[in-house]
């Protein structure tokens, strides 16, 4: 049991010293151009390291790390304008294209959450006319079946008016008989 909790260790140990290494070679890699271009005083040279130092501030860009590249090129300017102000220009530059993309970036998230935010709006507002058309429905519909009973109510009572007009004619009919024949009694009777 302890060999196995001794090999977990080992392996943990290496595994964080690994990770350690990747960002600590990323520091050593910037602060290495950094010392070139201070300790270089060919020109020709000097232009090649400024270009290592604009490739190293782009892979930090691309990286997302806008604000490393940013404070990488702060480190090295000064030194580049001391050794050759013109390459300065193009390492400034680069300086204000980092900022410029870590403003994009930001405007991107930005619209993005807008338009998220829009998405949300419209779907409630089409849930809400939703909710709306189906107790429109419901209300037509309970109308309908109002007008349905009403016109059965309206049809029963005319029903039974119509049956109680017939009983009525028919009693008259039939008083009129037994008058008509009360009457032909009496002329023959006479």
């Known amino acids: 049991m302890k060999k196995l909790f001794l090999s977990i260790a080992v392996v943990g140990a290496v595994c964080l010293t690994s990770c ?20 270089c005083s060919d020109p020709d040279s000097l232009k090649i390291y400024v ?8 892979e930090l860009v691309k990286a997302g790390k806008d604000d490393a ?3 990488f090129i702060q480190e090295v300017e000064p030194a ?6 013109t390459a300065a220009g193009a390492f400034t530059a680069l300086g204000l294209k980092a900022k410029a993309d870590s403003a994009y970036e930001a405007a991107k998230e930005a619209t993005k959450e807008a ?3 829009t998405k949300a709006a419209v779907n409630a507002a089409a849930d809400a006319a939703a ?15 109002q007008g349905k009973e009403a016109v059965a109510e309206k049809a029963a009572e005319a029903k039974e008016a ?7 004619a028919k009693t008259k009919t039939a008083e009129a008989a037994q008058k008509g024949a009360d009457k032909v ?5 006479k």
Not at 185 to 189: A, N, R, S, V
Request: aromatic residues 2%; charged residues 35%; hydrophobic residues 35%.
């Open 20 to 39: 350690g290494n990747s960002q600590q070679a990323a520091q050593d890699k910037g602060e290495a151009i950094k010392a070139k271009i201070e300790n």
């Open 51 to 58: 270009d290592e130092a604009k490739a190293y501030a782009d």
């Open 69 to 71: 590249a940013q404070t």
């Open 80 to 85: 580049v304008k001391a050794k050759d102000a």
């Open 115 to 117: 338009v998220d935010s």
């Open 131 to 145: 909710a709306k058309v189906e107790q429109g429905k419901e209300a037509v519909a309970e109308k309908v079946e």
């Open 162 to 168: 119509g049956k109680n007009a017939v009983d009525a």
């Open 185 to 189: 009694k009496d002329l023959l009777g």
